[in-house]
C-alpha cells in the first residue's frame, strides 16, 4: 500500500469512528493511533482535502463558530473498505539500536549496556501507558463496537513492550561476563 493510500486510511478510518474536526482528527491519530501507528501531520490536512474533494468526507458546521466538523459519507466508508483490503506493504526493518548493538564491540560493552538498560526503562514506561490506555479506553468507549479492535491493538502494544523488557534482561545477561573496558578495538584487530 503506498504513504499516500496509507494516509488516507488513517484519516478515513479515524472518521470511520465518529465525526471530528481537523484538529481532533489530528489528535486521534496521535494520541489513539499514536501507539501502533504514526502519521505525518503535514500530510493529514492535505489528505483529508483531497477526501473531500472526491467525495469521502464531509464538511459540516463544528462545535465553535467557523470551525468544521468533517463526517465520512457512504463512498469514503467504500473507499475505507477498498483501502482495508489491499495487501499489506512489509516496511524494511530500520532499528537503531539493534544496529548499534550488532556493531557493540567497536562501540564497547558500557555503552550497550547503558543502551540496553534506556530500551528497557522505555519499555516499561511504555507498558504502563498502554495499560492505562487500555482502561481510560474500555471506560469511555465501553458501548463502542469498535472497543474489542482497538484494545487487540493495545494488547500488541503491551505484548511488545513485555517482549523489549524480557529481551532487554536476555542480551544484559548475554553482555554480563564481558568486562567493562573502555579500550575497543579498531581496524578489524581483535581483542
Known amino acids: ?12 478510518g479515524a472518521l470511520s469512528m465518529h465525526p471530528m474536526t481537523a484538529y481532533a482528527l ?27 474533494r472526491q467525495g469521502h468526507v464531509e464538511r459540516r458546521e463544528g462545535p465553535r463558530s467557523g470551525s468544521s466538523t468533517f463526517v465520512i459519507t457512504d463512498s469514503g466508508t467504500a473507499r475505507l473498505r477498498e483501502l482495508l483490503n489491499e495487501p499489506i506493504t512489509a516496511a524494511p526493518p530500520r532499528n537503531g539500536l539493534l544496529l548499534r548493538l550488532f556493531f ?3 562501540l564497547g560493552v558500557r555503552k550497550c549496556r547503558e543502551l540496553l538498560l534506556e530500551a ?27 472497543l474489542p479492535y482497538v484494545l487487540t491493538t493495545i494488547s500488541a ?27 575497543t578495538p579498531t581496524n578489524g584487530e581483535s581483542s
Open 1 to 12: 500500500m503506498a504513504r499516500r493510500s496509507q494516509t488516507e486510511t488513517a484519516v478515513l
Open 26 to 52: 489530528r489528535e486521534a491519530i496521535r494520541d489513539v493511533l499514536g501507539h501502533f501507528w504514526s502519521e505525518s501531520f503535514g500530510q493529514i490536512y492535505p489528505t483529508l482535502g483531497a477526501l473531500e
Open 104 to 106: 557493540g564491540r567497536t
Open 120 to 146: 528497557k526503562a522505555d519499555a516499561e514506561r511504555n507498558l504502563a501507558g498502554y495499560e492505562g490506555l487500555a482502561r481510560k479506553i474500555s471506560a469511555e468507549e465501553k458501548d463502542s463496537p469498535d
Open 157 to 183: 502494544g503491551r505484548r511488545s513492550a513485555e517482549n523489549v523488557i524480557a529481551w532487554a534482561d536476555e542480551a544484559l545477561a548475554l553482555l554480563g561476563d564481558i568486562p567493562a573496558d573502555d579500550t
